[in-house]
């Protein structure tokens, strides 16, 4: 028979427990395994017994397994005794923590690959990934977590039993995630190595019909519904047609993804639609006493219970094996199975107890938020509004548009300018298209202002002469006022009316003594007439314009021009439909998405609105949301 023994937390071996009694086990599918030993008060080998060192635990010859110590009590009566309280080594993975968020898994990702991401994150590497069964590709979210609970949580989703196995015989330890085998290994029979059956029935917890709530809150928190045909349940209609509807509410902050959260209230509902029911069995060890491996209970395996006194013959899966004195009392084993994988208790206070993981699990907040935009806008100059939203906005529950038009708005009349030359590149030709002519709107007169004197010299001019052989003149030069002969002269009275006319003829040589004319005052009447303006072109040469340095003052004011009485709205590059007003539009299915069918995350999108004049847009957007309180720092 093999006694304990103690190891350092670096596995060197310290001492044998040759002293050591009472040495006791408790083993439970899917939790954390325990152990108990005794030794004398005076033993020098207490001194090797430290918290948190390793003692391996055996019965007979056979190893059990590797475990910590983690409490010692000291009792005086007959004699000094020190009792220690152990828990398997898979407790090291209470010492490290997943610190504050950690999301991982999801498409790609399966169960082995998560696994591996919790191990990793051990400080010390004591315990490496063996096999794993499933293959799985859901999402996690852990908080603030030790690497215990963060492992353990990854298949409570599974819709299939599951169970941890380990191997602690080589270092680094070894863990499995295996599905259990349906194979019998053991019996236990009245009469046979049974010697004592507590059978107990439970109903107070059944459960079928649960209502399954995840992260957030209000009517931001998780359900689902979305991944179960419209319904926040799930349900067990034999149950209900056999005990009738037992409704209850599962509320897990951990998950963050409806399609986990359906899988664990499927898993919890497997439990709870029927009662609980136990078989604690006192049992002889006959694979202890006389090597019947048929005899050998282990947790997680498959036990036939045969009574058949009360007709009991079951099949079940063993749930817990305990042996509290493995030295004194070899044979006496006690084996518990049941209808579920783990109590109903332990269900019960995982459902009623979530308040402890929601203090953990930050929750976020739902938020209001208001957009406001005012700018000048036309039919082909929109009034643009640009939204960002990151991926710390989990829900987007509303996001409404309010438009109201004004008049165009300006604030001034000019600008400042400077001095300025513009040169023409070369000469230039304007052609009319041909001939015109302006005609006047009637006639008209000239009236002088009075009469006028003109004095002429006594000498002839040559310009006013010509010989006398010319136009038959008679002799000497003949003098023609600088009329030709023949031009027809008007004779007029004294009132300037015309009263006759004669033809010119030269007057012949002569002279003029110093003399005046003396011209009254007239009028000459010019009769309604045209002028005619033939085709013609105007040639304009090369030149220049040259401005001069100066400015222009600017007018302050408030100017207002249009109002439009519609526009056209795009949302993301969409118009939508011609609204009847525009009040609370709600532009949620406008907006672009991912391929799962949301509006997408750290994304910018667009709001363009186009009215049918120039005119002032005043907009706002109203936005409900769920935000979650992680990332960011402290400023």
Partial sequence: MKVPQIFDRNMKRLAFLDNAVSVGYSLEINS?????????????????????????????????????????????????TRFYDCEHVLATLLSDVLFQYHQYGGGGIKTADVLNYVLARQTTRNWVLGDCDFKRYFEYNWENSTLLAALFAV?????????????????????????????MKSEVRYAKNMTSMKKTVDASGIANRIYALGYGEGVNQLTIAGVNGGKPYVEDAMSIQQYGLCSTILVDSRYEVAENLKGYAEQMLAELKNPYVSYEIGAIDLHRLTGDTFSKFRPGEIVRVVDEADGINLRTRIVSVEKSDAQGDPGSVTVTIANKSKDIAGSISELQNRALINETYAQGATNQQIYNFTDNADATHPATLKLYISDSVVRINKMLLNIQFEAFRAYEKAIGGGGGQTTSSGGGQTTSSGG?????????????????????????????????????????ENHNHGLARGDRLALIDYNGNIIGGRNFVPSGAHTHPSHTHTVGSHTHSVSAHTHSVSAHTHTVKAHTHTVQDHTHKIEFGIYEGARASSATIRVDGVEIPAPASYDNLDIVEYLKTDGSGKIQRNAWHTIQILPNSMSRIVGAVFMQTFCNSRGGGDY
């Fill in 32 to 80: 954390l395994w325990t152990a108990t030993f005794t030794l004398p008060a005076d033993d020098d080998k207490n001194a090797y017994c430290q918290p948190l060192n390793f003692v391996e635990i055996f019965d007979g010859d056979e190893r059990i397994d590797l475990f910590r110590i983690i409490g010692e009590d000291l009792e005086r009566s007959n004699g000094a």
């Fill in 155 to 183: 298949p409570e989703c599974f819709d299939s039993e599951y169970m941890w196995t380990w191997d602690t015989t080589v270092y680094p330890w070894t863990i499995s995630l295996v599905a259990p085998s349906d194979t």
């Fill in 436 to 476: 015109g002519s302006t005609t006047s709107s009637g006639g008209g007169s000239t009236t002088s202002s009075g009469g006028g004197t003109t004095s002429s010299a006594t000498s002839l001019r040559s310009s006013n002469t010509y010989n006398s052989s010319d136009n038959g003149g008679d002799g000497g």
